[in-house]
């Protein structure tokens, strides 16, 4: 079983669609959660920390489960310029080398 | 502007060669990573740093070698024992071990 678990889609969304994305983890010891966004051949770049309480920013809304082991995406009113890949990323604190990253789930928004 | 710079973006090797990738941070970041991204699956940690002249093995670190002789810079090297080295490579830098990573533009590396 792989530490952290994305469906790799691909998502073929409508502008202004709705999309969640899920990851599951399987350490439980993880304690910092983030989502990355990766554009086609370019590097990841940091989209959002991921909360206990949950956290919003703009469009996007990011949501832990520790019960469960699993993170959320939701993004609203896609726009087109939100297609990429999304990462999902797993740290556990005190070990530099634990930070575990999905292989993605891959987003296109069509007009 | 600060930030992280990876140089060549794309590289060329022939079977057999040693080549090293360039990674320099003026963030002023103690950490340093170096991860391969391969079609389909998570990136993969290489090596690590915490501070300079200081690091340490990640989960694939067999047929690659760095260095950490100044903050700013952290290269590697893809070794020729390294049997399947044709990947997307990226540099990361955080502020400390427990911060946020950011990461390079990446070098993709192809061995002829």
């Known amino acids: 079983r792989k530490e952290v678990e994305q469906d790799p889609g691909p998502f073929n969304v409508p502008e202004g669609a709705t999309v969640a994305f899920n990851c599951t983890y399987s350490?439980?010891?993880?304690?910092?959660f983030f989502w990355y966004r990766q554009d086609c051949r370019k590097e990841p770049k940091l989209l959002m920390s991921v909360y206990s309480s949950g956290n919003e920013d703009g469009r996007f809304t990011a949501q832990l489960n520790r019960a469960s082991q699993y993170i959320s995406l939701l993004i609203r009113d896609s726009k087109l310029s939100d297609s990429a890949t999304y990462l999902c990323?797993?740290?556990?604190?005190?070990?530099?080398?634990?930070?575990?990253f999905g292989a993605g789930t891959r987003l296109t928004v069509k007009p | 502007d600060g930030g992280i710079t990876q140089s060549p973006k794309y590289l060329f090797r022939k079977e057999g060669q040693n080549v090293t990738l360039s990674c320099e941070q003026n963030?002023?970041?103690?950490?340093m990573y170096w991860y391969r991204q391969d079609p389909g699956q998570g990136l993969r940690l290489i090596y690590y740093s915490q501070i300079v002249n200081d690091f340490q093995k990640g989960d694939i670190a067999e047929g690659y070698s760095v260095s950490r002789e100044k903050k700013e810079s952290f290269p590697l090297t893809v070794t020729s024992a390294q049997k399947n080295p044709t990947a997307f490579y990226l540099c990361?830098?955080?502020?400390?071990?427990?911060?946020?990573?950011?990461f390079g533009p990446g070098t993709r590396l192809t061995v002829l």
């Open positions: 990323v797993v740290k556990s604190e005190g070990n530099n080398n634990d930070m575990r």
């Open positions: 990361a830098s955080s502020l400390g071990p427990y911060n946020e990573q950011f």
């Open positions: 350490n439980s010891a993880s304690q910092s």
């Open positions: 963030l002023n970041h103690d950490a």
